[in-house]
């Protein structure tokens, strides 16, 4: 129509920010004058008004839902079992917020895209997912903030790929709330919005929370993964413990090591343990499993090889990666094919290198850690005593059968060596004992005296059953090796023995009597013992990670905690303090001991 008189009004948040505009027409001309104006001013005004609570409103109800929602995902994620419970249920978060959401994983100075949700986005994001965005410096600010909110995308910063990456997606704001695992930065929550000012520090407490929540599971799961590792090394260490204080056979223990190793990093590696001669400076391979076989290897002088080196340097070594690099940076030389990885620990007994053991992946980078390393470091004395001890066993026995010609050597071996041996014929009567043997006879002045003696002379009828026992080894021509014996001392220490009696027969294959070992391993059966303990601590620390970590309820996650903690470990008091917000003081939330048979409780 033919309009003559078209004033506009804007419509204006209490911001003066302009939100629309009024428009009245007329068809008849000086409808509209000075007077009426401010009335269809305040019209606008009022509608602008009204305008605004209803989006007030529409926008209470969104946050709403989505706090809600995001409180669910918390408490989903409180419950979760393990890190990829808790992922999936972020990622089912975020997919139904209205924001172009993302989850980004932090490695080094770069972000990875692990999960993108854009409500206007295509069947292509997926493809998105492990894209690398820099980021200059950005760690330390995540590590600072709990929240990052970014207005202008387009301004300077370290995240200013990320910022890209949301303006090519039309996204106007954004906001970085961080996931901290022990105080570092492991993942980070991105979102986007289409309009400026969407999100506000109070609008993002709910993400916060969550990345909080997510946080403290991961550092959770992180715990109990590592109580379980510790867990297993002292499993893997009381196994060893057991087998070479068994084991005398030099072959059967190699290979009884080699399976356990096996067992704990991996039937696929190469195993081998060197022993080396300082006399003749060579270094023998006794026992060397590769390429899913046991293949012999030649005794070969000290060089320059990675096995000169470690007994050399007398310290441990691992190559991760990098092998032939590192090997040249040591001075050392690769000798026949390299591996990918590498690790070994020499053999010391008393100080001085008796040789080696070696674990390589021919195949593989970081096959080996840190922690792998502390646990062959951990081992590897006793693997040198053991091997120690077979080494002297064989060279018995060998003195044995040369028992004429070796008569001196069999002389001194019996002055000094610290294990007690005693020989006795098809009677029971001593023909040889050592030093060592002869001092637990206190009414004895030296070793010779024995000689001719029995047990049933010496001790009473109380050796009847060890002769019985004897005179069937003797005659069944059936060693006994390793038996374990404990004992206590005159000053009533506890203390173990290994007994091993080996039958002596003569060129023909005649009885002739017996050989007598006997080793103390009371040192190594209270590290044993001193392992279970410990194990059975680990054990139950992981139990309490595991039973206090289910509820959300502060003052029933104190009690449970408080309680568990006295009560497993035998504590008679146990308590625990929190900081008050924005002071230093530290209150006393949860105590409980217990006195003279009754508990005490406190609540603060």
Aim: with cysteine; net charge negative; aromatic share 6%.
């Amino acid at each position: 129509g033919d309009h003559r008189d078209l004033p506009s009004f804007p419509t204006r948040r209490s911001s003066d920010l302009v939100i629309g505009l009024l428009d009245v027409q007329s068809v008849h001309p000086n409808t509209f004058d000075s007077e009426n104006l401010p009335v269809f001013q305040t019209l606008a005004s009022q509608l602008a008004i009204g305008l605004r609570n209803i989006f007030l409103v529409e926008a209470a109800q969104i946050n709403l839902e989505e706090t809600n929602l995001l409180y669910r995902a918390s408490r989903q994620i409180a419950q979760a079992n393990n890190e990829t419970e808790v992922l999936q249920h972020l990622e089912e978060a975020i997919g139904q917020t209205n924001y172009v959401s993302m989850i980004l994983n932090v490695e080094d100075d770069h972000l990875i895209l692990a999960k993108l949700h854009d409500p206007r986005g295509g069947r292509l994001d997926a493809n998105l997912r492990g894209i690398s965005l820099p980021m200059q410096r950005g760690l330390e600010r995540l590590a600072e903030n709990h929240v990052l909110i970014q207005e202008n995308l387009l301004s300077p910063s370290e995240f200013a790929s990320l910022m890209n990456f949301l303006v090519r997606r039309e996204c106007r704001s954004a906001a970085l709330v961080p996931i901290l695992v022990e105080g570092v930065p492991t993942q980070v929550i991105a979102l986007g919005a289409r309009d400026t000012g969407a999100f506000t520090p109070s609008s993002l407490q709910p993400f916060s929370s969550l990345a909080e929540v997510i946080g403290n599971s991961l550092s959770r799961f992180k715990l109990i993964q590592m109580l379980r590792q510790r867990l297993s090394e002292l499993e893997i260490l009381a196994s060893m413990s057991e087998t070479i204080s068994t084991e005398t056979d030099p072959i059967t223990l190699f290979r009884s090591l080699h399976k356990l190793f096996g067992d704990s990093l991996g039937s696929d590696l190469t195993f081998a343990i060197t022993l080396y001669d300082a006399i003749a400076n060579t270094i023998e391979v006794p026992y060397m499993y590769e390429g899913s076989e046991i293949t012999n290897v030649a005794a070969f002088p000290l060089g320059e090889g990675l096995t000169s080196y470690l007994i050399r340097t007398k310290k441990p070594l691992l190559i991760a990666r990098n092998t032939e690099q590192v090997t040249r940076q040591l001075g050392a030389k690769t000798i026949g094919k390299p591996a990918r990885s590498w690790m070994g620990a020499p053999l010391m007994v008393g100080g001085e290198v008796i040789g080696a053991v070696i674990l390589q992946d021919t195949e593989r980078e970081e096959r080996f850690n840190d922690q792998d390393l502390k646990l062959l470091s951990t081992v590897a004395p006793s693997i040198a005593t053991a091997v120690r001890n077979a080494q002297l066993l064989t060279k018995m026995q060998q003195s044995i059968q040369a028992f004429e010609q070796e008569h001196l050597l069999l002389q001194n071996l019996l002055q000094n060596i610290p294990e007690q041996v005693f020989f006795k014929n098809s009677q029971g009567r001593y023909m040889r004992v050592s030093n060592s043997y002869a001092t637990q006879y206190p009414n004895i002045s030296s070793a010779d005296d024995l000689i001719g003696h029995t047990d049933l002379e010496l001790q009473g009828e109380q050796a009847s059953i060890s002769y019985r026992d004897e005179q069937t080894i003797i005659f069944n021509g059936e060693p006994e090796i390793g038996k374990l014996i404990e004992t206590t001392d005159p000053d009533g220490n506890q203390r173990w023995y290994i007994h091993s009696r080996l039958p002596m027969q003569d060129a023909q294959g005649n009885p002739m009597g017996l050989m007598g070992i006997i080793q103390d391993v009371s040192e190594l059966k209270a590290s044993e013992q001193l392992s279970q303990r410990r194990a059975e601590r680990v054990n139950t620390a992981a139990e309490i990670a595991r039973d206090t970590a289910g509820t959300l309820d502060a003052e029933e996650l104190l009690r449970r905690a408080v309680y568990v903690i006295r009560d497993r470990f035998g504590f008679y008091h146990a308590g625990i303090f929190l900081i008050e917000r924005g002071s230093e003081t530290a209150v006393l939330r949860r105590s409980e001991e217990r006195r003279v048979g009754k508990e005490c409780r406190s609540r603060w």
